[in-house]
Every structure is written in C-alpha cells, then in structure tokens.
C-alpha cells in the first residue's frame, strides 16, 4: 500500500511535491495501488514522479504531460486515456500495464520495460521507442505514426490495424508476431529478426511478409499447412451483394460443420491483376472450388483464368430462374473433365440440406479421379511403331 505520508504531499499540489522531491532526492517515494481520484487531482503536468513505486496504481485519464517517470515502477499501472505526451518513461518498468487510448505521442520509452502491456487504440506518434521489450504487448489500433522503434524486442506482439505510416522500424525482434492490416506507408523497415533466440539469425525489412518467411523458413510447418488447405481447403466464389451474401454465408457455415476450411473471395471487388493473381494462387491450393455464378453483372476474369489453369473439381452452383454469363458454358464444355455439371437451386435453406451429397461428395470422387489421371506415367509412342 501507498505511505501515506506521500501521499498527503501529492494532495498539496503537483508544484509542492516537485519542491518536495528535490529536497528528498534520495527517498524513492511509495505510491503504490494508489487512486487518485481519491485525493480529487488529476492534474500532475510536469510532476516529478521518477524512481517513484507506483505499481498496481490507477491513474485514468490522468494529466501527465510532461511528466517524469523515468525508473519508475508501473507493474499493472491503470493508466487508460491517461496523457503522457512528451512524458519522460525512460527506463520505467511498465510490465502488463494499462495503457489502452493513452497519449503518449512525443513521449521518451527508451529502456521501457512494456511486456505484456495494454497499448490497444493508444496514441504513440512520434514517440522513440527503444531500445526496449514490448514482447506480448497488444497494439491493436494504436497510432506509432513516425515513431522510432529501434530495437525493439516485439515476440508475440500483437499488431492488428496498427498505424506505422512513415515511423522507422529498425533492428527490432519480431519472432511470432501476430500482424495483420498494418499500415506502412512510408515505413522504413530494416533488419527485422524473425528467428527465435537460439536459432541462427535471420532477418527481413518487411514486418507484413515476416510470418510467411518464417513459415517457409520451418520446412515441416509449410508442408503441413499446404496439406491442410489442400486436402481440406475449398474456395467459394460469388459475388457479396446482399442478396448473394447469405448463400454463400450458408455455404462456408455448412463447409465448417463437415470439417473443412471455407476461403472467401469475393467478386464484388474491382477486377484487376492483383485480385486475379490471388484467386489463381487460392484456387492452386484449394481441394475443390465451389462457384455461384448466379446473376453476375459481366463475365467475371477470375472465373475464366481460374478453370483452364488448374485440374481441380470445379462445383457451379445457380439459382433457378438464372442463366450464366455467356462464357460459363463455353469454358464448361471446353473443361468437363474437372468442371461438374451446374447445380440449380432453389433457396439457400435446400443448397445447404444436400451440399453433402450433391456437392461435396461428386467434388471429391472428381478429384479422386484427377489424382489418378496426374498420377499415370507419360504416355508414349515409338518410331519403331510405323515400320
């Protein structure tokens, strides 16, 4: 618990406390588990709070702008929407505080200690981060716009929607970081390590394509997620218009429910290279594909550069009343041997009763019999045969 005798000079205002504190220079002050909304004052700009005990502490909203807090001890420190601008944290142990919707913009984390900390949705633009350990730390949503993150130790952080526009992301260890619609435009990404201590250390200069380095990198670990989705990946294709949205959400719920991986891809998104290239790379990994080609507006390209380009059990699926682009029947023709007869259907409710039977068993007895074609020697002839 907090010395009371502390805390009554905290309760005198910030500018008595500061007097305080440089007069007693060598008292680390307790704070500990204290509220501060108990002693009615929020408002600590510019107070002096380095190599202070503040751990279990809770400090909401607080005013610290300009505050130092270098040393100090904030284990599980409730500092939520608390402002830290251009606060000075140096060296200050932060493990599995509460910083989510904090600004800390500007603010000094060298040497800060924020493993396992809460920086979900905080503002820490322009900061300098490091060096220093956020391993397991969450900043999901938080804003490191042109921040300075210099090694930094970052092992299973987790980085969902995070803001690193034009921030310098250097010499930082992303070992099982968890990153996903990262923001890095402008970013300067160098030397990323993504092997754990103990193994040879191998770096990248992009935070996005690190995880999938890695994974190649662990030779058993790809093999195992390229058997996965190929023995149990299954594209769906459609369009994510409203009315289309709840067949193929009935499709990928029923996909589930019979042990398999349901991949999305949507027809609703501007046709262009880039969506062509990802369809044709799903499509390579996937088990079967199952396309709804009911109503589109125009011939989809992905339809037509993903059937002649692979073997794989091609299921079409259309409502009744609908008929197909005008290409669908020339490309089903023209590739029977893996595109299955076009299923018309009523409602969503009875595609779903006889998915099982009427597409995914015909779509898996059709790969058997593409395996054993792929699986047949070459075919030969000899001269000597025209003699």
């Known amino acids: 618990m907090a010395n009371q005798e502390h805390v009554a000079i905290l309760r005198q ?3 008595d406390w500061n007097i305080w504190r440089k007069i007693h220079s060598e008292i680390k002050p307790d704070l500990g588990k204290i509220n501060l909304y108990s002693i009615d004052n929020t408002y600590f700009y510019a107070a002096n709070f380095s190599n202070t005990y503040l751990s279990g502490a809770i400090f909401g909203d607080a005013y610290l702008k300009d505050a130092d807090l270098s040393r100090a001890s904030l284990v599980q420190t409730n500092l939520c929407g608390a402002n830290l601008e251009k606060a000075n944290l140096y060296g200050a142990d932060l493990r599995g505080a509460k910083l989510s919707g904090a600004h ?34 969450d900043l999901s949503v938080a804003n490191l716009s042109e921040a300075t993150l210099i090694g930094v130790g970052l092992e299973y952080a987790k980085l969902y929607r995070t803001n690193l526009t034009r921030a310098v992301i250097e010499d930082c260890r992303i ?4 990153a996903w619609d990262v923001q890095l435009e402008g970013a300067k990404q160098l030397d990323l390590r993504i092997t754990p201590f103990g193994q040879p250390k191998v770096t990248v200069d992009n935070l996005e394509v690190a995880q999938f380095i890695y994974l190649l990198l662990s030779t058993h ?23 289309r949205k709840a067949v193929l959400d009935a499709i990928r719920e029923k996909l589930r429910t ?3 991986l349901p991949i999305v891809f949507d027809f609703e998104r501007p046709t262009a290279r880039d969506f062509t290239e990802t369809i044709l790379t799903l499509a390579g990994l996937s088990c079967f594909i199952i396309a709804d080609i009911t109503n589109p507006k125009s011939s989809p390209l992905e339809l037509q550069a993903t059937v002649p380009n692979y073997m794989i059990p091609f299921v079409p699926i259309i409502q009744e009343g609908e008929q197909p682009f005008a290409m669908f029947t020339d490309l089903q023709n023209r590739y029977h041997d893996w595109v299955l007869d076009t299923l018309r259907y009523d409602t969503p409710s009875n595609l779903v009763k006889v998915l099982e039977q009427a597409i995914v068993r015909p779509a898996l007895e059709r790969q058997a019999e593409l395996l054993l074609i792929k699986a047949q020697d070459l075919r030969t002839r000899h001269i000597k045969d025209y003699f």
């Open 13 to 15: 205002g910030v500018e």
């Open 258 to 260: 019979l042990n398999f």
């Open 175 to 178: 070992h099982g970081i968890s």
């Open 221 to 243: 670990k790809i093999r195992e997620v390229i058997n996965t989705i190929g023995q149990k990946g299954v594209l769906i294709l459609g369009r994510f218009t409203p009315e």
């Open 104 to 137: 800390l913009n500007g603010a000094d984390l060298r040497y800060v200690d924020l493993e396992r900390a809460d920086l979900s949705g905080a503002n820490l633009s322009e900061a300098t981060i490091g060096p220093a350990n956020l391993k397991e730390a």
